[in-house]
């Protein structure tokens, strides 16, 4: 495909998986609200899915620089692990499941 076409298709899928987080992150809102008994407003949710996309380009583009500075095109559980290195709860929850597929943390 010509590189014009390349960046259309990916502009369109980039587009397709927003949409279905945006929706994912409205369904948990909505579900949320029931539990707690509150509501989240159009402009939170949006702002809370806009945010969503935002953290996952960022942890994907640090995904790809720990795996290159590592001389690799893969990225691996390691670089997994080195992105959530801050986040206790995280780390646990990599270990757990880098150590078995059975593994149900809490």
């Not at 076409?5 to 990916?10: P, V």
């Not at 935002?54 to 390691?78: C, G, P, V, Y």
Request: overall charge negative; some cysteine; charged content about 20%.
């Amino acid at each position: 495909a010509e590189p014009g076409q390349q960046q259309l298709q990916q502009s369109n899928r980039f587009q397709r998986l927003t949409a279905a987080l945006e929706l994912t992150v409205s369904d948990i809102c909505a579900e949320l609200g029931t539990e707690g008994g509150v509501q989240f407003s159009p402009e939170v949710v949006s702002t809370l899915a806009e945010l969503t996309v935002d953290k996952t380009q960022r942890s994907a583009q640090d995904l790809e620089a720990f795996a290159q500075h590592a001389k690799r095109s893969n990225i691996t559980a390691e670089d997994v692990k080195l992105l959530t290195r801050r986040n206790p709860q995280l780390v646990g929850l990599n270990t757990c499941v880098a150590t078995s597929s059975r593994c149900i943390c809490q």
